[in-house]
């Protein structure tokens, strides 16, 4: 689609969003909100994106926070970690809502029959964490409609110890910004299965999609997928 306006990565979001009717993001957007469109891919601001997603297509009727949620490829496959920099300053009910979220996506776009969710945490121990992970570990206990496994190590995250890892939007941020970038995307590279470098499917009735994530002397690529706005239920990539 023609667009005349471009909403640079260091716009302010919120005012960008609302003045350059005209830039693809905003267009974009629209054309999902009018259901014209089945989804909206962008590489321009993550948060221009999150912005537009509420303001233009608006979230699920719910949904507290809308949260960034890559699938990241591990020793195991791949994992969904949610949140990974849309809401630095996250409470417990919405960490549950993340985890909530990220297995509808788990088990209906990757796949996976009773994924396993699990929390960062610096230690397996229940008692261990900050207060915001200690206050979130038994709700999501709580859960039935969840397969909560407990808390995940960061040394852990590389081999899939679960399939959606939560944790507030900070520290997963930094951690997903350090290894998506070389030196230490090349020293990821090492340890994953060749069929991982070269591609990992998913496919269910009604979604089917391939995301390849290349590693050679550049850093690897992540697909990123913004949970909680509206979209068709329906739809095929």
Known sequence: MPASEVIETGAPPVESVRTKKDSSLVV?????????????????????????????????????????????????????????????????EQLVQFAKMGSIYAEHVMGIKNPRVGIVNIGAEEEKGNALVKETYPLLKECSDINFIGNVEAREIPYGPCDVLVCEAFPTNASHTMTSAPPCGISLASILPTKLISSHSFNNGNVSFTRAFPFSSSAPIFTIATLGFLIPTTFSI
Not at 41 to 64: D, E, F, H, R
């Open 28 to 92: 974009g957007l629209k054309l999902v909100k009018e259901q014209k469109a089945d989804a909206f891919v962008s590489c321009g601001s993550t948060g221009a994106v999150l912005v537009g997603g509420q303001l233009i297509a608006g979230k699920i009727k719910g949904v507290k926070r809308a949260p960034l949620a890559p699938v990241i490829p591990t020793v195991n496959g791949a994992m969904l970690l949610v949140d990974c920099g849309a809401n630095v300053d996250a409470r417990a």
